[in-house]
């Protein structure tokens, strides 16, 4: 066992660091290192140069577009990108819609999807939640009926993020609710664009629109557009569920909200000296600065392959809700550092159209919105109560 | 010892919870989002005429002579509909300063105005180098002639920029953080060379940097003896503490009232989600939060006017400490257990974890009064 990387593992890693210094725009690298908003079209760019690089999808296997990696390159490669202030790529369609893709779908599917996924032409929302199915999820009640070749869709979801921006959706329908409610679900991919589509936005407390809900009315989609089986579609849902908890550890974005809040502590006066030098700071900063380094270790752990002791198959549960859990203290101790300056509303400069600059320091730009809208993380994805609820399963063999 | 509530305060409550639930609340709050000054005038106007603009001054300046007890039952039950007219600066900050330190004739000028509604006063005690410390004063008030001229940068100067008048702390004589010579003046909000940069705070209300370049004051802005401001400041602060964490203690009570109904109506896995255990601990904490959260508001009202320096640091500080604690619980778990819902702009839950945010932030957050608390031992 070794934690140092070998000469080649470093070599890799200069590599990465000189090929993302020269090639990422600094225009992008300044909004997220300075908490500003990333939009599509910055994403969209950052993408087209991963792809035109070969470095798109690194996850996904070669045949497909992939990198052939080690788990440590990866692992490199991730650290090295969110250091250098990279957005993080769309993950519904490369963490989530396209392992389903390549999993799971036909031929012509693979054909037909996955370029534009790899080449960032094709941008994907997710149709999970209902309004009357969050946790329990496999209660979804939009219906897909059989008519000849289609299918005719009718219901509505919520919570998309991105499908006022999104091209297509891969949604989850129920074809069947004669027996039990997991074994009726369809997976199908559809263009956001067909007729009977409405696209409504949720605002959320933060002020911003990233959520939506979704109306299907008479949606008209061909058969030919599920996944896999029909009524087997929870099978991949839960397959791309445990694919996006996955992802939702984000040790570099912690990192960089780390040294972030230290470096406003650095420069915050407080008592007559510096708010770093606070022993109640120095506390929580410690703190929390541990808990990142036990999360990053149990990620790197879990790459390579082990599981838990009590829960095996429970990983990306625990790594769920240890994840938000700093994400939320890291928050908290953000505006705490901000102090007065996190309480004007950062976000009405856009509304008002201002070219003022904002009252709010540099270094403590976003920290409150990053707060409001953090709030979610431990709702989203399966939210924290039924990640322990799965574990405690698994640990009680219940 | 009695800790009931009298008739009078039961009637205070009453109506003030009746104006409350008939104008106030999240609709309201949203239609001002986009108006210039943030808050409804008719409100004020309303305010003036049940007497609630009058209620802390003392009845020979024409007030109601009103208990920071008073205060506390019309502040809970603002708190229970986001009530964002100016009531804390103007009559709670800016009066309290007045009655603690103002001349006969500031007070003679400036409590009538307020009681009729007719004036609108911010205070500028924050700084941004400052923190929380109310006696760490850049801002400058240089002697000029029989007047004053002052320079400085005053920060999130809450309703700042709708103030007919500012009551801003400056620096007579010693260095930044000398507890001694900082002085309070009252300026003209258009006074020569006074600029206001407004702007939404996060909870909806309003706030405003206050710069200050050569304004040129009278002798009669000093507001009590030169030098000697820091005193009549901390009380009037203290005093706002007080109404604050029973502002809090209003819209934790909401909070947990909606939690509690959204969870015996949402149903997931063939059931109300409250059938759950998990949730119905977290609400019984949730509970348990705010209970001792009103204790404490309680001992902040009880205690504001105490002699006993000691005593009246623990229970403001004291206060401070459990309502910011017991907000951010209450405020995070009733937005967890909405779920999404929970996250949107549309439902109340919120704007009321939004406020709650702000209180904790406003006067000092948590670590600050932990601190104040534990040097006045």
Not at chain 1, 13 to 23: F, I, L, P, S
Not at chain 1, 129 to 158: M, R
Not at chain 2, 47 to 69: H, Q
Not at chain 2, 100 to 116: F, H, K, L, N, T
């Amino acid at each position: 066992m070794d934690l140092s990387f070998s000469p080649e593992e470093l070599a890799f890693q200069q590599e990465v660091r000189e090929w993302v210094g020269a090639n990422l725009p600094v225009d992008i690298s300044e909004k997220v290192l300075g908490g500003g908003k990333v939009t599509k079209s910055d994403l969209k760019r950052w993408h087209k140069i991963l792809f035109e690089k070969g470095w798109v999808a690194p996850a996904w296997p070669e045949e497909y577009g992939g990198t052939g990696w080690s788990a440590v390159q990866k692992y490199i490669f991730a650290e090295e990108l969110t250091r250098a202030g990279a957005p993080e790529l769309l993950g519904f369609s490369l963490k989530m819609v396209g392992p389903v893709i390549f999993t799971y779908g036909s031929e012509e599917q693979k054909a037909q999807h996955l370029p534009g996924i790899l080449n960032g032409d094709v941008w994907w929302c997710q149709g999970y939640s209902e309004p009357g199915s969050g946790s329990d999820l496999a209660s979804l009640k939009t219906k897909a009926v059989s008519d000849g070749d289609d299918y005719i869709i009718n219901g509505t979801k919520i919570w998309t993020t991105g499908a006022h921006e999104a091209d297509w959706i891969f949604c989850l329908v129920r074809t069947d609710d004669s027996g039990k409610k997991q074994e009726g679900i369809s997976f199908l991919l559809f263009p956001m664009d067909l007729p009977g589509i409405e696209v409504s936005p949720i605002i959320t407390i933060g002020g911003e629109h990233s959520v939506n809900q979704v109306f299907f009315t008479d949606v008209r989609v061909p058969k030919a557009n599920r996944i896999g089986e029909e009524n087997m579609g929870w099978t991949y849902a839960k397959f791309l569920l445990v694919n996006e908890r996955n992802g939702i550890a984000q040790v570099g974005g912690k990192k960089r909200q780390l040294s972030r809040i230290k470096n406003l502590a650095a420069t915050s006066e407080m008592a007559g000296g510096l708010l770093a030098e606070a022993p109640s700071y120095r506390q929580k900063i410690t703190d929390a600065e541990i808990a990142l380094m036990a999360l990053e270790y149990s990620e790197l752990r879990f790459l390579s392959g082990q599981k838990l002791d009590h829960a095996p198959g429970t990983e990306a549960n625990m790594m769920k809700v240890a994840a938000t859990q700093l994400q939320q203290t890291l928050s908290e101790l953000f505006i705490e550092v901000a102090g007065y300056y996190g309480m004007p509303y950062d976000g009405f400069q856009d509304l008002t159209g201002s070219n003022e600059p904002s009252v709010i320091p540099d270094g403590a730009q976003g920290a409150m919105a990053d707060h409001l809208y953090g709030r979610a993380a431990t709702i989203y994805g399966g939210s924290n109560e039924i990640q322990r609820d799965v574990m405690a399963k698994v640990l009680l063999s219940i | 010892m009695d800790l009931s509530f009298s008739e009078e305060q039961q009637l205070l409550r009453d109506s003030a919870e009746r104006f409350v639930d008939q104008n106030c609340g999240t609709e309201y709050l949203r239609g001002l989002r986009d108006t210039e000054d943030g808050f409804s005038r008719d409100h004020w106007k309303t305010m003036a005429e049940l007497g609630w603009l009058a209620l802390p001054f003392a009845e020979d300046n024409g007030g109601l002579d009103g208990t920071p007890v008073d205060t506390l039952v019309l502040m809970e039950a603002f708190g229970r509909g986001l009530v964002v007219e100016p009531y804390l600066p103007t009559v709670i900050l800016g009066g309290g300063v007045l009655q603690a330190a103002g001349s006969a004739a500031q007070i003679e000028s400036m409590v009538e105005p307020i009681i009729e509604g007719n004036l609108l006063l911010a205070v500028g005690y924050a700084e941004p180098q400052a923190r929380f410390d109310l006696f760490d004063v850049a801002t400058t008030a240089a002697k000029d002639g029989d007047g004053y001229v002052l320079n400085g940068h005053k920060a999130v100067v809450i309703h700042g920029a709708t103030a007919d008048k500012i009551i801003i702390s400056a620096r007579t004589s010693g260095n930044r953080r000398d507890k001694d010579g900082i002085s309070l003046f009252i300026v003209d909000s258009d006074a020569s060379g006074l600029d206001k940069r407004p702007y939404p705070t996060v909870d909806g209300s309003r706030a405003a940097e206050i710069m200050l370049d050569n304004v040129k004051v009278g002798a009669d802005a000093l507001i009590g003896t030169e030098g000697q401001g820091l005193a009549p400041l901390e009380k009037a602060v203290d005093h706002a503490i007080a109404a604050l964490c029973a502002e809090a203690v209003g819209a934790m009570k909401v909070l947990l009232d909606t939690t509690v109904e959204y969870t015996k109506t949402r149903e997931q896995f063939g059931q109300p989600i409250s059938r759950f255990q998990v949730l119905r601990h977290r609400m019984a904490d949730m509970m348990m939060e705010y209970e001792q959260a009103k204790s404490m508001a309680l001992v902040a009202a009880l205690k504001v006017d105490s002699d006993d320096a000691e005593e009246r640091r623990k229970a403001i500080s004291g206060a401070k400490v459990q309502i910011g604690k017991s907000g951010k619980f209450v405020g995070q778990q009733a937005v967890q257990l909405h779920g999404g819902m929970g996250m949107t702009d549309e439902l109340s839950v919120g704007h009321y974890f939004k406020r709650l945010t702000m209180i904790d932030v406003l006067f000092g957050n948590v670590d600050h009064h932990l601190k104040q608390f534990s040097a006045a031992a």
